[in-house]
């Protein structure tokens, strides 16, 4: 039996225009809307497997604003069990004020009785991108981490984590308790289903307050890049604009 | 002193390595001209003296090549308490390394161990009092000013943010052997087995002179044949975005972007590819960019040169009847 814990991050959906508050400090959310990164629905994804493979638990955690609790419904009606919710203003905190935040999680659930074996991150969190959250938990936990793994099982207290490297496939096979983070491509997220649906809202979330004072992020702000004027020259619509390329092609000299 | 964390491949310094490498020199320059060594782990795929020789050029001083069992495995947590020993005996002030999987895990580890700052994916340098970088956050979309006001500073150099070039001034390239002690306890998350990977084929793509990239727009594995008779048609070769690695539907080798291959092409034709700040780090340097893309709006489109606004599907088979009509 494996109790997993997985972290997912409220992030303002960027696949539209960006658009940053006025003191530059964040994105702003209000038109784009909030989401989670690939990474983390992926790592969901995992959470609820392995635990279906060995019937334990899969709590999922995050650390935001009261709002956030629509991201731990999302992972709720997915299959994960419980849910826990720090709530904070995440802009607040750097990758190493969440890292211990959600090491204080685990400490006291595990002196409470409810171990979480296993920690599922993000490879790196699709606003802030840091990059290091997933490793700073495991040295406040003391515990060993495999970074970037597209592939997660777990098999006689052991996590077997594969990594799609530029050097290979590279698998490693690490005893438990441990912390994975997770790069999207390994598996599909499923879709919620209307009864996983019904099944988040009735999950009590388990609300605190951080343990610690943030010591903050380092930015000093935001910025967009300059925009671009663009010069391009439409050749056309769908299947008709072929012979435009053709002559375009012939004008560069690339068709032999 | 400015720590570099070196990669490398069958060219020795591998290029992102390269380019960190010619970033850290800014900041040397900056500082009055201190040293950049350089640390490397592990069994070399060149003989030690080109890697040095090659570092030489770029302006490194000292290269510390930690060797021994503890290293014949890749681990974050193992490279990073080599990397942390290095730092130690040279004092560094600075240790950087590319932002690959491997650059952003070991540094963020020696982040973790030294209760520093790690910032990643830096594009440019602010200056040194206080020090202060410029970084890719929210995919590319957005630049984060940031302080780092502990040493040793630690940060990551975006892939192709900044182009490799050799230095004015040759470095000693001096070969340092280190053979530091490992805890057992940070050999436990290392690598056990490894499929190595498809051949590395990225060579071709590095230097054709057309190449048909594909994006998430091409929909699925076997969605590449008109793809990939363009290719044929043009004697290039084919490109994808991360999307599609990640997917699966092609190898790695064939990605372009800050994590895949700069292409400097004649002629780039992107086709269902959006055009993200990472994707266009690796095409940037085409000399003529062709977008097909369903979307008008999409960047890809209003950063090429050309562009038909249309399904690749029904635009590129079009394409390649057009070319075969036109040979006869
Ligand atoms: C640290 C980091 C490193 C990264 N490194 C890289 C990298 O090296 N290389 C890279 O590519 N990305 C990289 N990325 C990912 C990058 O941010 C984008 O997510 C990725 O490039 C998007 O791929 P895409 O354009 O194929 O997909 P999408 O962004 O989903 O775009 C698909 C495009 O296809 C168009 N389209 C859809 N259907 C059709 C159709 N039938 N015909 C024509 N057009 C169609 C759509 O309009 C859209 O413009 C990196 C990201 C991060 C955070
Ligand atoms: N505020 C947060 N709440 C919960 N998890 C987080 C939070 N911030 C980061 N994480 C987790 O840490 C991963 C890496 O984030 P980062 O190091 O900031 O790029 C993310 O993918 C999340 O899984």
Not at chain 1, 43 to 72: D, K, N, S, Y
Not at chain 1, 120 to 128: F, I, K, M, T, V
Not at chain 1, 235 to 247: E, F, H, M, N, Y
Not at chain 2, 274 to 288: D, R
């Amino acid at each position: 039996m494996t109790n997993v814990l997985v972290c997912v991050k409220r992030v303002v959906d960027s696949s539209g225009e960006v658009v940053l508050t006025e003191d530059g400090q964040s994105v702003d959310g209000k038109f784009a809307g909030y989401t989670m990164s690939n990474h983390e629905e992926c790592a969901v994804e995992l959470a609820v497997q392995a635990t279906a493979a060995t019937g334990g638990t899969a709590t999922v955690l995050t650390l935001g604003e009261p709002e956030a609790v629509e991201q731990l419904r999302a992972a709720l009606a997915v299959g994960c069990t419980a849910a826990v919710h720090v709530e904070a203003d995440a802009g607040a905190f750097g990758p190493s004020d969440v890292a211990r935040e959600i090491a204080a999680v685990v400490k006291e659930h595990e002196a409470a009785g409810r171990p979480h074996d296993l920690v599922l991150l993000g490879n790196d969190a699709a606003d802030s991108g840091d990059f290091q959250v997933g490793i700073r938990l495991a040295y406040e936990l003391g515990r060993p981490v495999v970074n970037g793994a597209a592939r997660v099982t777990v098999e006689d207290g052991h996590v077997v984590a594969g990594v799609e490297a530029p050097t290979g496939y590279e698998t490693y096979r690490v005893p438990l308790p441990a912390v994975v983070t997770v790069l999207e491509g390994g598996v599909e997220p499923r879709y919620p289903t209307v009864p996983g649906r019904m099944k988040a809202k009735k999950v009590e979330v388990e609300t605190r307050s951080p343990a610690t004072e943030p010591r903050g992020a380092k930015r000093v702000r935001l910025l967009l890049p300059p925009p671009q004027p663009s010069s391009v020259q439409i050749l056309g619509k769908g299947a008709d604009a072929a012979p435009a390329v053709v002559d375009l092609l012939e004008q560069l000299g690339v068709t032999r | 002193m400015i720590l570099v964390l070196v990669e490398t491949d069958a060219s020795g310094a591998d290029e992102v390595s390269r380019e960190t490498i010619t970033f850290a020199r800014n900041l040397s320059a900056a500082g009055g001209g201190v040293p950049i060594d350089a640390v490397v782990i592990g069994d070399l795929p060149v003989p030690a003296e080109s890697l040095t020789d090659q570092l030489a050029s770029y302006g490194v001083r000292d290269v510390h090549h930690v060797t021994g069992d503890a290293f014949s495995a890749y681990g974050g947590a193992s490279w990073a308490s080599a990397v942390v020993s290095v730092r130690e005996t040279t004092g560094s002030v600075v240790v950087t390394a590319g932002g690959t999987p491997r650059g952003m895990e070991v540094l963020a580890h020696l982040a973790a161990r030294k209760g520093v700052a790690m910032a990643a994916n830096v594009v440019s340098f602010g200056g040194l009092s206080p020090f202060t970088v410029t970084r890719q956050v929210v995919g590319g979309a957005v630049l984060e000013e940031m302080v780092l006001d502990e040493r040793p500073a630690v940060f990551t150099v975006a892939g192709h943010a900044v182009e490799a070039s050799p230095a004015e001034a040759r470095g000693d390239g001096r070969l340092v052997s280190v053979n530091p002690e490992v805890d057992t306890a940070d050999l436990v998350a290392r690598v056990v087995s490894s499929d190595p990977p498809a051949a590395d084929l990225s060579g071709g793509l590095k230097s054709a002179r057309v190449v048909v990239g594909a994006g998430r727009g091409a929909g699925g594995a076997n969605k590449f044949d008109d793809l990939l008779e363009l290719t044929s048609l043009l004697d290039g070769e084919l490109g994808v975005s991360r999307v599609v690695t990640s997917l699966g539907w092609r190898p790695h080798h064939e990605q372009i972007g800050q994590t895949g291959s700069r292409i400097s092409p004649d002629l780039y034709v992107a086709c269902g590819i959006s055009g993200a700040i990472q994707h266009w780090a690796g095409c940037s340097s085409a000399k003529t960019i062709l977008a097909i893309n369903t979307d008008a709006e999409a960047p890809m489109v209003s950063k090429a040169h050309y562009a038909v606004i249309g399904d690749l599907h029904e635009v590129v088979p079009a394409i390649n009847e057009e070319i075969k009509r036109r040979r006869g």
